[in-house]
């Protein structure tokens, strides 16, 4: 009996690990988990995979400014047009050295970077700054910003 419960545990992990090293995305379980949780669920960092909560990117989206993650990034824009601003891309990956190359614009919260192609929100932009999937820098994102995570539990 004793080797009988042994094999299907065997079995299990085994198969596991075949999973992993096959496949780029998780055993599917249930629907119930957006893309953020697939990209994040191979390196879990709290607790098990089920028990991992989701965060309320909306709220993160509107709350948070464009101003407020150029400050921490510290983006000093070369010149100003209303709500649009320029300046050097703040992206270690870019090589522009145009004073230009990057925009922003700070009241619909979205950048580009004209020489890299970077481009997105605010949230995008502190992603690529921190070289972090989303889901994690939104989580950096509100610690940097001494805010709560605004978790949404699942069960
Ligand atoms: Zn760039």
Redesign the pocket.
């Known amino acids: 009996m004793l080797a009988e419960s042994a094999v299907p545990r065997l079995v299990g992990s085994a198969m596991i690990d075949v999973v992993r090293g096959s496949f780029p995305f998780p055993i599917k379980k249930r629907e119930r988990n957006g893309p953020s949780f697939a990209t994040l669920s191979s390196k879990p960092a709290i607790g098990t995979e089920n028990a991992m909560p989701g965060i309320n990117f909306d709220r993160i989206r509107n709350e948070i400014t464009m101003e407020q993650v150029l400050a921490l990034i510290g983006f000093e824009p070369t010149k100003r047009s209303g709500d649009q601003w320029y300046g050097h ?1 703040p ?1 270690d ?2 090589s ?1 050295t145009r004073h230009r ?2 925009s922003v614009n700070v009241t619909i919260r979205a950048y580009c ?1 004209h ?4 481009k997105g929100n605010h949230l995008h932009l502190w992603a690529a700054y921190t070289e972090m999937q989303v889901y994690p820098a939104a989580i950096e994102l509100c610690r940097a910003l001494g805010r709560e995570v605004p978790w949404i539990w699942r069960w």
């Open positions: 891309c992206l990956d870019c522009s190359a990057f970077c020489q890299c192609q970077s």
